[in-house]
């Protein structure tokens, strides 16, 4: 299958929270099973979104589980971690939901890659639903360029991620990219005409995914990319 994507473009945020929520909520009630996945990134830009899509009344929350697609490597009250926005912003469905599954970053590094690794063998070998960003380099989850799970089959679920020096946190903890590529969906969220240097990248296919990670979603067959370009 060729290397492709679905690109939807709003003039305004809120058109882009509104439908891409609707979107996802779709997904989630289209599952029509009794254990549904949803693997959700951090960072400022998809929070409007988690928001629009908990006030969707129509999706059978008591069967989702919440996943976090990557974390940095903190303490879960620090203010760089993503834990306190993520609960925050999904307070309103949590105590209906099926479980909500956070990385544990009390433990040693590995420990907490491998704790989570253990909790992922809910999911099969991928979720229903992937949501995720992607940063101006091309990196998504915590999935950077030049990393060495770009070049060598990965057996874990979970990976101990470096980001570049320069970013706020260093460590980083991160679902493998093929549990990743082997979700049913994947829904790319991006806000912000900064990210037409990223489109352009992804258009133009000119960089490895070693120097372009995200080029790496393209060969899922059911990759949709939601973009607010304000």
């Known amino acids: 299958m060729p290397e ?5 473009r709003f003039a305004t945020e809120k058109e882009w929270r ?7 909520g779709m997904l989630l009630r289209d599952q029509g099973k009794d254990s549904i996945s949803i693997a959700v990134a951090g960072g400022s830009t998809p929070y409007p979104v988690y928001e629009q899509l908990t006030r969707l009344s129509d999706i059978p929350w ?59 063998k809910n999911v099969g070998d991928g979720f229903d639903v992937a949501v995720l960003g992607i940063g101006s380099d091309g990196h998504f989850a915590s ?13 874990s679920r979970v990976i101990i991620s470096e980001a570049p020096e320069g ?13 990743i590529l082997n979700s049913t969906y994947i829904v790319v969220l991006l806000r912000g005409e ?15 995914v070693n120097e372009f990670p ?12 939601w973009w607010s370009q304000t």
């Open 62 to 120: 008591s069967a989702v589980s919440l996943y976090q697609t990557d974390e940095r490597y903190v303490a879960a009250e620090s203010p760089n971690s993503n834990q306190a926005e993520l609960r925050e912003t999904w307070a309103s469905v949590s105590e209906h939901l099926k479980a909500v599954e956070l990385f544990d970053t009390s433990l040693d590094w590995e420990e907490s890659a491998d704790e989570y690794a253990e909790r992922l």
């Open 214 to 225: 995200a080029r790496f979603l393209l060969s899922h067959p059911r990759v949709s990319i």
């Open 167 to 179: 970013m706020d946190v260093t460590e980083r903890l991160s679902v493998a990219p093929h549990m």
């Open 143 to 155: 999935l950077f360029p030049q990393g060495p799970y770009w070049d060598f089959e990965i057996d």
């Open 194 to 208: 900064r990210k037409s240097s990223v489109m352009g990248e992804l258009a133009r296919g000119e960089q490895s």
């Open 18 to 24: 509104e439908y891409a929520g609707a979107y996802i």
């Open 4 to 8: 492709s994507f679905q690109l939807t």
